[in-house]
T-cell receptor, first 116, second 113 residues
């Protein structure tokens, strides 16, 4: 079974440009999550999809971030326009509906974003 | 609110040394506790978990015990290997059935041959 895959693995863009990160969850996982880790800090929750619906987007930092999950399969996270403080690692994760006790979710390798 | 505090890194050890990475938490209710590991060039992987007080999670020689009285979930390994070099993250979810992980800042471990 393929794991959570993310693309691109690394991206370097200039301040003011746009970047779109993509996440393909594990097949059959209705729940999809985005997290990010800015340099040296903790990993923070951004948002949660159940299928194509945003269940919780309380962690989205501001309106420069837009997440979509059309069709309830893969998801994209767009940053427009990017700022220097957006640099970090963006993790995607997925889980089945009806999370087992212990709330295990499966993370991807992360997309490393550097804004210069 | 809910939070996780883990020891600052980096931690540098010689092979076969004993490892402890401290993690304490603040949470209301009955959180589930986790240790995740990120090896170089790889994603976050679940290392072990515990869902209630006094539970011990274990995997790959690592152990952590859910201590409610001290609100701690310290990670230990009796004899580390070079291949254990990675970043370790302590995390919690506030209650069963929730998904919003609260992570610590991560502790980088470097094991020297």
């Amino acid at each position: 079974e393929a794991g959570v895959t993310q693309f691109p693995s690394h991206s370097v863009i200039e301040k003011g440009q746009t970047v779109t990160l993509r996440c393909d969850p594990i097949s059959g996982h209705d729940n999809l999550y985005w997290y990010r880790r800015v340099m040296g800090k903790e990993i923070k929750f951004l948002l949660h999809f159940v299928k194509e619906s945003k269940q919780d987007e309380s962690g989205m930092p501001n309106n420069r971030f837009l997440a979509e999950r059309t069709g309830g399969t893969y998801s994209t996270l767009k940053v427009q326009p990017a700022e220097l403080e957006d640099s970090g690692v963006y993790f995607c994760a997925s889980s089945r509906t009806g999370i087992d006790l212990g709330n295990t979710i499966y993370f991807g390798e992360g997309s490393w974003l550097t804004v210069v | 609110g809910n939070s996780v505090t883990q020891m600052e890194g980096p931690v540098t050890l010689s092979e076969e040394a004993f490892l402890t990475i401290n993690c304490t938490y603040t949470a209301t209710g009955y959180p589930s506790l986790f240790w995740y590991v990120q090896y170089p060039g790889e994603g976050l992987q679940l290392l072990l978990k515990a869902t209630k007080a006094d539970d011990k999670g274990s995997n790959k020689g690592f152990e952590a015990t859910y201590r409610k009285e001290t609100t701690s979930f310290h990670l230990e390994k009796g004899s580390v290997q070079v291949s254990d070099s990675a970043v370790y993250f302590c995390a919690l979810t506030p209650a069963a059935g929730t998904y919003k992980y609260i992570f610590g800042t991560g502790t980088r471990l470097k094991v020297l041959a």
